[in-house]
T-cell receptor, first 118, second 110 residues
Framework: GAVVSQHPSWVICKSGTSVKIECRSL??????MFWYRQFPKQSLMLMAT?????????EQGVEKDKFLINHASLTLSTLTVTSAHPEDSSFYIC??????????????FGPGTRLTVT | LAKTTQPISMDSYEGQEVNITCSHN???????ITWYQQFPSQGPRFIIQ???TKVTNEVASLFIPADRKSSTLSLPRVSLSDTAVYYC???????????FGKGTRLHILP
């Protein structure tokens, strides 16, 4: 099956610094990737849709200047949390669509990145 | 995107069959129904997808009535390792973003 990887799997950073999280589709191409955030005991919350070669589309309430998304190739999207604060501590998950899938719809999810801001 | 409603939590015992029902009254003609499983601190994992009637794979079965306004995920002979959150999602366009509902927290008891 299709595999999506994320790096790093966990990261601890100091308040005010920036952190970059990578999302890669390993064995398929994805023009669209999605970024989610999940707090403990809660569901996944869609943050933004990452489109290869164009600007990301952010969900309402998500600060685009704080969460910078770059989708530079068909297999890589990055999320940069700028000037991180403790309230940004969360589990960040990306997903990707298989460009060549013709029927139904399915997203393949990465394993997630645990961000802790101290 | 069709809104889905599913039970917040369920308990069952090892070896039992577990059925989780999801309501999606506003499902569109071209929408598929997909179920995901999520363990703590992991990304969601695809379980099964269907459009109508019944779909079965090595992990689960998905039952969809003719009106498609609901669906039931059936997990045969569950084990402790099936304790997880299960999400029912509905959508059809290849560019559809997936909006997660609250999911069903399934707890399997020994």
């Amino acid at each position: 099956g299709a595999v999506v990887s994320q790096h790093p799997s966990w990261v601890i950073c100091k308040s005010g610094t920036s952190v970059k999280i990578e999302c890669r589709s390993l064995d398929f191409q994805a023009t669209t990737m999605f970024w989610y955030r999940q707090f403990p005991k809660q569901s996944l919350m869609l943050m933004a849709t990452s489109n290869e070669g164009s600007k990301a589309t952010y969900e309402q309430g998500v600060e685009k200047d704080k969460f910078l998304i770059n989708h530079a190739s068909l297999t890589l999207s990055t999320l940069t949390v700028t000037s991180a604060h403790p309230e940004d501590s969360s589990f960040y998950i990306c997903s990707a669509r298989d460009l060549n899938r013709r029927e139904g719809y399915e997203q393949y999810f990465g394993p997630g990145t645990r961000l802790t801001v101290t | 995107l069709a809104k889905t409603t599913q039970p917040i939590s369920m308990d069952s015992y090892e070896g039992q069959e577990v059925n989780i029902t999801c309501s999606h009254n506003n499902i569109a003609t071209n929408d598929y129904i997909t179920w995901y499983q999520q363990f703590p601190s992991q990304g969601p994992r695809f379980i099964i997808q269907g459009y109508k009637t019944k779909v079965t794979n090595e992990v689960a079965s998905l039952f969809i009535p003719a009106d498609r306004k609901s669906s039931t995920l059936s997990l045969p002979r569950v084990s402790l390792s099936d304790t997880a959150v299960y999400y029912c999602l509905v959508g059809g366009n290849r560019d559809d973003k997936i909006i997660f509902g609250k999911g069903t927290r399934l707890h399997i008891l020994p």
